[in-house]
Every structure is written in structure tokens, then in C-alpha cells.
């Protein structure tokens, strides 16, 4: 079974300070590797895509790395802030031979950053 | 704002009736997508949809019924409401079929009591 799994489950940080969040991913084979954040209530904003091709992406201070052939993503959030509070999301995408495509998503890390 | 409308924001009916969510996508955008997120579960992806023809089903119910119109915009019809069924859905769009952002839109919280 395709699955997307993140850790850990729920951060808090201080302002100000670094962390990293962590996907592991079963789904193969996969077309691209997209990391959302989602605040509460509200619908995901894509951060970064990567393709399998790609090892590396910044968004600001957002920073995700691929590793495919261990199957690992990580999304590095440098000198955080009170609006980083949310959830990050993992998603893997599958595009199908008939041209649709499968986004698989993670549950998530829920990550609050305290003053 | 990601230019992605969902309307209504909230619906409260009871087990048994028939809702119908709605979702008007990026302008430009062909593709739309229909996820549905329990409390503190994942999306788990419903439907794909692509210049009105159906493109990818995921773990839709049968009761769960979409379609994409010509003008673009797509609803999604849910029956026999069941308290299960309770749940955030979203709706995205994208330009494409997969290599593009998604743009999501800020969802219909549905409740069914």
C-alpha cells in the first residue's frame, strides 16, 4: 500500500529557532514530492515541488530536501515564526498512464512556535 | 488568496439529506480535485476531475457523486448524509494534471447531526 508517513506528529520550537520535519514514503513510482502548509481552518498553500530528479528547494525559509533512494523528504524551516504555527503537510504524487494524477498525503506535523 | 471559491463555508443538515458542495477554480486552472478531511485526519483524496471529464477516483463513496461543468466550476453531491460524513472538504485546482501546485480553496465544513 502507498503510504506517506511524517514525524513527529506535533513540534513546538521557541522563535526564532530552526527544525526540521521528517517524510518517509512508500509511494512508487512517484512524479513529484510537494510539502504544504496548512493553518487551521483554512485550506493547504503549497510550499515547495520537487520531482525525483531534484534534491534540493527553497521557498524563503523554507527548505525541502528529496533523498530517492531512500525515500525521504524533509522540510528545514530556518529562524522560525509565530505565523509558522500550522501543519505541514507531505504529499507524493503518482500520475496515472491515463493522465489523471493520485496525490497521497501525509497526516501531517503540527507544529507550534512559542515566544 | 488562492483565487479558489468554495461556497457554501458551512452546512449543518441532518442523516439521511442530500448536500451539494460547490467549487469555482483558479481562473485558467482545468483541473480540480476534491479532498475530504476529518478532525485530525489527513486528506484523503475523493476526486479528479480535468477540463470536465474524470480523470482519477480515489476513496469516494458511492453516495458521493462530482461533476465538472463546461464553464470549469465543479460540485460535489453527498446523499443519505450519514454522522460520518462529518468533515472538512476541499476543493483545488491546478493548471494541469499533476506537475503543477495545487491551489486550494478554504473549504465547506460540513456537519451532519
Known amino acids: 500500500k502507498n503510504q506517506v508517513e511524517q514525524s513527529p506528529q506535533s513540534l513546538i520550537i521557541l522563535e526564532g529557532k530552526n527544525c526540521t520535519l521528517q517524510c518517509n514514503y512508500t509511494v512508487s513510482p512517484f512524479s513529484n514530492l510537494r510539502w504544504y502548509k496548512q493553518d487551521t481552518g483554512r485550506g493547504p498553500v503549497s510550499l515547495t515541488i520537487?520531482?525525483?530528479?531534484?534534491n534540493t528547494k527553497s521557498n524563503g525559509r523554507y527548505t525541502a530536501t528529496l533523498d530517492a533512494d531512500t525515500k525521504q523528504s524533509s522540510l528545514h524551516i530556518t529562524a522560525s515564526q509565530l505565523s509558522d504555527s500550522a501543519s505541514y503537510i507531505c504529499?507524493?504524487?503518482?500520475?496515472?498512464?491515463?493522465?489523471?494524477?493520485?496525490?497521497?498525503f501525509g497526516t501531517g506535523t503540527q507544529l507550534k512556535v512559542e515566544l | 488568496d488562492s483565487g479558489v471559491t468554495q461556497t457554501p463555508k458551512h452546512l449543518i443538515t441532518a442523516t439521511g439529506q442530500r448536500v451539494t458542495l460547490r467549487c469555482s477554480p483558479r481562473?485558467?486552472?482545468?483541473?480540480v480535485y476534491w479532498y475530504q478531511q476529518s478532525l485530525d485526519q489527513g486528506l484523503q483524496f475523493l476526486i479528479h476531475?480535468?477540463?470536465?471529464?474524470?480523470?482519477a477516483k480515489g476513496n469516494i463513496l458511492e453516495r458521493f457523486s462530482a461533476q465538472q461543468f463546461p464553464d470549469l466550476h465543479s460540485e460535489l453531491n453527498l446523499s443519505s448524509l450519514e454522522l460520518g460524513d462529518s468533515a472538512l472538504y476541499f476543493c483545488?485546482?491546478?493548471?494541469?494534471?499533476?506537475?503543477?501546485?495545487?491551489?486550494f480553496g478554504n473549504g465547506t465544513r460540513l456537519t451532519v447531526t
Open positions: 476531475y480535468y477540463n470536465g471529464e474524470e480523470r
Open positions: 504529499v507524493v504524487t503518482l500520475i496515472l498512464t491515463g493522465g489523471g494524477n493520485k496525490l497521497t
Open positions: 483545488a485546482s491546478s493548471v494541469d494534471q499533476g506537475a503543477s501546485p495545487l491551489h
Open positions: 481562473s485558467g486552472d482545468l483541473s
Open positions: 520537487m520531482t525525483f530528479s531534484e
